[in-house]
């Protein structure tokens, strides 16, 4: 695949990497950075390696999703948004918002909704779409022109159709079979 039209990112699971990964940092007022810095880190170098004109962060919203009337436990076990890193929220949008990148949220809908719909309505109109994400979902949305990046993989490789067939030891088109088989404990399922 040639460079991508479209870029994708998944900043809720890039919210939640960088402040993972990057516990701890605090500015002289003891107001938590960490996730401020993770985050515009693998944004910069995510636009590097995939310059792009189309470049959109994508969010989970705050409240619930279509999912929570879908099955009322969804995602029940998972624990509430550190306090650490809600302060730190308003502050990457507003830092997105000022370097010019699209920041998308839509109430009701996961941010993987709204990634796979973009993906899937460019692919059909004959682009390239690169997803970035962690989240192992979105693998059924590979095909020829679209793939997967994870930048905290080691290999920071991309995922096209033989990947997620060695990955998953299925295709992309039978994701959504084997996560039904195999279940999602980050998800209650």
Partial sequence: MSKPDLVLVDGSSFLYRAFHAMPGLA??????????????????????????ELFAVVFDPRGPTHRDEWFADYKATRASMPEE???????????IDA??????ELKGAEAD???????RRA???????IICTGDKDLAQLV??????????DKEN????EAGV????????????????LVGDTSDNI
Avoid: C, W
């Fill in 99 to 104: 370097q010019g990148m699209p920041r998308l």
């Fill in 143 to 152: 095909n020829d022109r679209i793939r997967l990046v994870n930048t905290m």
């Fill in 113 to 119: 909704d709204v990634i796979g719909t973009l993906a």
């Fill in 27 to 52: 500015n002289a007022s003891g107001q938590p950075t960490g996730a401020i810095h993770g985050i515009l880190a693998m944004l910069d170098r995510l636009r590097r390696d995939y310059p792009s």
């Fill in 157 to 160: 490789s991309e995922m096209d």
């Fill in 123 to 129: 692919a059909a109109q004959g682009h390239e779409v």
């Fill in 85 to 95: 890193l809600v302060a730190q929220v308003p502050l990457i949008n507003e830092i």
């Fill in 165 to 180: 067939k060695a990955k998953f030891g299925v295709s992309p088109a039978q994701i959504i079979d084997y996560l039904t």
